[in-house]
Every structure is written in C-alpha cells, then in structure tokens.
C-alpha cells in the first residue's frame, strides 16, 4: 500500500504546483486569443511571417540532417535521408527567398488536400453510415466547397488564408484549450484525494487523460 500512497502524494504535489501556477496559464490563454485576432486582422502580413518562419524551419532542419548525414554516411540508408535533407534545405530556401511564391504553393496543396479528403470523407461516411454519418458527410462537403473557393480565388487567396488560418488556430484551438480545461484539473484532485489504491489511482489517471483536450 505504501508504493500507491506515494504515487498519490506525488501526483497532488504535482497539482499543487499546477494550481499554484493556474493564473499563468490563464494569462497565456488570454494572450494567446489576443494574438490569434491580431493574425486575423492582418491576414496578409501574417501569412507572409508564416511562410518565411516555416522556411527558416525547413531550411535549418536541413542543414542539421546534412550535418547529421555525412557523419553517419557509413549508414544503409545514407542516401534517402542525405536526399530528405537537401530537399528540405532547398524547400525552406526557396520559401524564404520567395515568400508571395510559397504561399501560393502551399495555399495550392491545402486546397488540393481539401478537396481530396473532403471527398473521401464524404463518400466513407455515405459508404459505412455510422452513427450520426451525416455530419462526418456535411463536413467533407464544406472541405470541398473550401478547396474550391481556395482554387477559383487563387493567386488572391494566397495571400489571406494562410494567416487567417494561423490566426484561427491560435484563438480558437489554443485560446480555448486552457479555458475548457480548468475543471479537468479540479475534478482529477478531488478524485486523487479520495484514491486508497493503485488500481483507483490508474482510474483518476485514465479519467484526465480523457478529459483533457
């Protein structure tokens, strides 16, 4: 019982702190909002900064893969990964240099992602009918109709989708994230505190790994 109790005290000195630094992320959730309206209100230029910070990205990963390569080229797979790193390295380039250029093309891929998946999508749904298909099946349309609209209004909507989709992420997906789980943190101390075993600590464990989101 010992090996249990120890586990329990551990994890609530562990949601002590948490709760302790709750404001925190409360405040990181606020800024985060705050930030995603700021993207979506200049679209244009946040679309821009993504392109080039993802290039940076590209192009930095690549040049630590080359490095990475030639020092283990005694490696079987030596030349795919020495071809994933150049391929990086001349992507994360080219979006850097040529920004307006890469926006275009990625506006391009995920208006072609759109379309495919929302196909698939629609037509799985249709397919297997499952519980509640029909809005596994409307959201695969409007992933198409996305795809089109993104299609018909090119090269006009390179330069406002991305941002306004980076935007969207960080006021909505990361904004709320910490807002909608403020009770989980509650509700897995009060079922921590009333834990006696191991297997009742696992259940309270399980409980805020689905509850989290």
Known sequence: ????????????????????SWGWFVALGV???????????????TTLISVIVLGWLLLLSGVMALVHAFRTRTWTGFF??????VL??????????????????????????FIVGGVFRAIGAASLRFPRWGWTA???????????????????????????????????????????????????????ARASGRSQVADCIAQFARGVR
């Open 138 to 192: 409307a959201s695969g349309l409007i992933a198409v109709l996305l795809g089109l609209t993104l299609l018909a209004q090119l090269p006009a909507s390179s330069l406002w989708f991305l941002g306004l989709a980076v935007g969207i992420i960080f006021a909505v997906r990361l904004g709320t994230f910490v807002a909608s789980n403020t009770d989980v943190f509650t509700r897995f101390d009060n079922c921590l």
């Open 31 to 45: 800024a985060l909002v705050v930030l995603g309206i700021v993207c979506i209100t200049g679209e244009v230029a």
């Open 80 to 85: 795919l990964y020495l071809l994933s790193a």
């Open 1 to 20: 019982m010992a090996e249990p109790t120890n586990v329990s005290a551990s994890l609530a000195a562990s949601l002590d702190q948490v709760r302790h």
């Open 88 to 113: 990086r390295v001349f992507v994360g380039y080219t979006l850097v240099r040529y920004p307006l250029i890469g926006a275009l093309s990625l506006t391009l891929i995920l208006a072609a992602l």
